[in-house]
């Protein structure tokens, strides 16, 4: 009786995930962008988070060997991340109705020869008292501002 329950409950996963479906980049560029089509629509929690821009701040986002992203961790309301050059880790506060509060942030102090973009991440976090998650795009927000806005990473 166990073997047929275990033998059932493989085929189920099994089919589940045959089922998700996948994108493959036929660009051959950059892989991080590509979004999976079995996900149309993405969590606060549980999604990597990869820095886009700052709407009202025109910083150039540098390109490097590892992205930029923040990461709401559903269980244990905590948020991590990077920030470019120095790693981060905090508490946050979200409601169903778009409400986030970012707390308690703290970061390793490497240092680094632009902070530019670290600190206007910092300050959009600390000033962030909304969120709103379109498609693939999630936007910190203080009231109707948009602070920053982040997109899909692939992990």
């Known amino acids: 009786m166990k073997q047929v329950l275990f033998g059932g409950l493989a085929a189920i996963s099994m ?9 493959k980049n036929t660009t051959g560029g950059d892989t991080s962008a590509v979004v999976t089509t079995a996900s149309p629509s993405w ?10 821009e700052f709407p009202a701040n025109p910083i150039t986002i540098p390109q490097s060997e590892k992205d930029i992203y923040i990461s ?9 991340g990077f920030l470019g ?45 909304k969120y709103t998650i ?5 936007r910190l927000q203080s009231g109707d501002s948009i602070l920053a806005t982040f997109t899909v990473m692939q992990q």
Not at 43 to 52: A, D, P
Not at 134 to 138: H, I, P, R, S
């Open 15 to 23: 089919l589940v995930f045959a089922c998700q479906g996948t994108s």
């Open 43 to 52: 969590k606060l929690e549980g999604t990597r988070w990869k820095l886009k």
């Open 72 to 80: 709401f961790v559903d269980t244990s309301s905590q948020i991590q």
């Open 85 to 129: 050059c120095n790693g981060f880790g905090g508490k946050y506060l979200a409601t169903a109705n778009g409400d986030l509060q970012i707390t308690d942030v703290i970061s390793t102090q490497m240092a680094c020869p632009s902070l530019d973009v670290e600190n206007t991440l910092g300050k959009a976090m600390a000033a962030t008292n």
């Open 134 to 138: 379109d498609k693939d795009l999630l």
